[in-house]
């Protein structure tokens, strides 16, 4: 999960870009990048951390022009730690190209063979970003001759990258001297949407970002979201061109966007989050009166901030009453996204406060919107009990997380996921609640599509079924053998 956003304006887009990403932030913590295009020369910046403590003013000067992209990391393959491993990745041909990429790559081994020993490209990093900018680059290369580029090259040069490349991606990239182009893959996993705003006598100005509320903070209309397998190409005169580029392409939205991921004020494939997840708590509420004993219980409580729309849902369809019982300290990370399992469980207690007036004698219902390693559910209810609650009922939005996730959350291996291998009351056991309830699959699939038009999801953390059809238990292996490299 990664935040990227890509503008072509007519004036400089430094701080543009960097406005952007302050609203993505809450898609990755680990680093961030900007870079600009000014004519033929392209300037970037990338640093570690977060993005209001990363960029300095002389940074902000030498991103020059009025073309640029930008992109917010947390890892999810290749280290969080090495600087050289964020976002952009740069190529000096044809042209010059500069990518930011959201997503996870399934077929690295096979691309770092054919890149190294048919393409002859040489890669300095683990990072699959690296592997997707290098194949674009071979790929256009293969179709243009001397100085002109038209978008009949570049759409041909994606179809090509779809056929070579497995998994997700939503990626934009700067191509020096010419434009911007963004793609999706074939499946649609990873979001991207696209926005126009019109100055005047100077023409369109063009977005595309991860999350609507990108576009709508930057008074842009939103035009769409792009089509999976499409890509755009927005030239530096503001003229946009758009294409379908996959054989078979097949919208399968990322399920983990709408529970967790995503801002509720965003709206992805036609489907607004929050409204997502006021549906989640309902048909939540309906398992909870059959597996519970809601006659006992006394207030229904959100971990917030994400599950509380589904919390007041809950609520208002058992008719208990609602209540904050957790402070949420909001100048700390999200834990989901921490890099490691020491960090994650060292941050609950710096996250979050137990207010013990909310919970002595009480029997508490707590809603999170997911339940992944169990290890922020286990200190929540601990912090519940201490703060005096009497029994705790822990509920989940979102099924039970019992296979890794390689489309590009940080699920990487199933020993970490507290449901693999566990029955519920098991897993109830290990978090020390009382009860412990889950939303069904297919209710989170109906409640997430309910009036969209979409007929799938990618739910492969919650199925085992993996859209792409070539995640094997060998790849799988694999991946939990390296995920540190």
């Not at 992944?372 to 989940?396: D, K, L, P, Q, W």
């Not at 297919?442 to 492969?460: H, K, P, R, W």
């Amino acid at each position: 999960m990664c935040g990227i956003v890509g503008i072509v304006s007519s004036s400089p887009v430094n701080q543009q870009v960097y406005d952007a990403l302050a609203l993505l932030q809450h898609r990755g913590q680990d680093s961030t990048g900007i870079a600009t295009a000014e004519g033929r020369v392209l300037h970037f910046v990338k640093a570690k951390g977060q993005v209001r403590e990363a960029y300095r003013t002389r940074d902000m000067r030498s991103l020059l022009g009025t073309m640029g992209l930008g992109h917010v990391r947390y890892a999810t393959r290749g280290s969080a730690s090495k600087e050289e491993e964020a976002q952009p990745f740069y190529v000096n041909a044809p042209y010059g190209i500069i990518l930011v990429h959201n997503g996870n790559l399934t077929n690295t081994r096979e691309l770092t063979r054919e890149l190294f020993e048919v393409d002859r490209r040489h890669l300095n990093t683990n990072s699959d970003t690296e592997l997707l900018v290098n194949v674009l680059a071979h790929e256009l290369q293969q179709q243009v001759s001397g100085e002109d580029l038209d978008p009949d090259q570049v759409f041909a040069a994606i179809s090509r990258l779809h056929e070579r490349v497995e998994g997700s991606y939503a990626a934009i990239a700067l191509i020096a001297g010419h434009g911007l182009l963004a793609f999706r893959d074939p499946f649609g996993i990873r979001p991207l949407v696209l926005g126009r705003r019109t100055t005047g006598l100077t023409g369109d100005e063009w977005i595309v970002a991860s999350e609507s509320l990108v576009l709508e903070a930057g008074d842009y209309e939103i035009v769409r979201d792009l089509a999976p397998g499409e890509a755009v190409f927005i030239a530096s005169n503001g003229e946009m061109v758009s294409r379908q580029c996959a054989a078979n392409p097949r919208l399968a939205p990322c399920s983990f966007e709408y529970v967790y991921l995503a801002r509720p004020d965003s709206v992805m494939n036609g489907i607004s989050v929050y409204e997502a997840r006021l549906r989640l708590g309902n048909r939540l509420a309906t398992s909870i009166e059959r597996y519970a004993p809601t006659g006992n219980i006394d207030v229904v409580m959100p971990i917030p901030d994400s599950s509380r729309p589904a919390a007041m849902q809950v609520a208002q369809k058992l008719g208990i009453e609602y209540r904050e019982g957790f402070y949420k300290n909001r100048y700390v990370g999200r834990t989901f996204i921490m890099p490691g399992q020491s960090e994650r469980k060292k941050s609950v207690k710096q996250k979050l406060n137990a207010m013990s007036s909310e919970f002595a004698g009480k029997n508490i219902l707590i809603v999170d919107d997911s339940i992944v390693r169990g290890t922020t559910s286990r200190e929540i209810v601990e912090m519940a009990r201490a703060a005096g609650a009497n029994e705790v009922t822990f509920t989940s939005a979102a099924p039970p997380v019992r296979y890794p996730h390689v489309y590009g959350i940080n699920m990487p291996t199933s020993r970490e996921l507290v449901a693999h291998g566990r029955k519920i009351p098991e897993i109830a056991q290990e978090m020390g609640a009382d009860h412990l309830i889950y939303q069904e699959v297919e209710d989170m699939q109906a409640a997430i599509l309910e009036g969209s038009g979409i007929t799938e999801l990618e739910m492969s953390c919650f199925t085992g079924d993996y859209i792409t059809g070539t995640v094997s238990p060998e790849y799988l292996a694999w991946v939990e053998a390296n995920q540190n490299s």
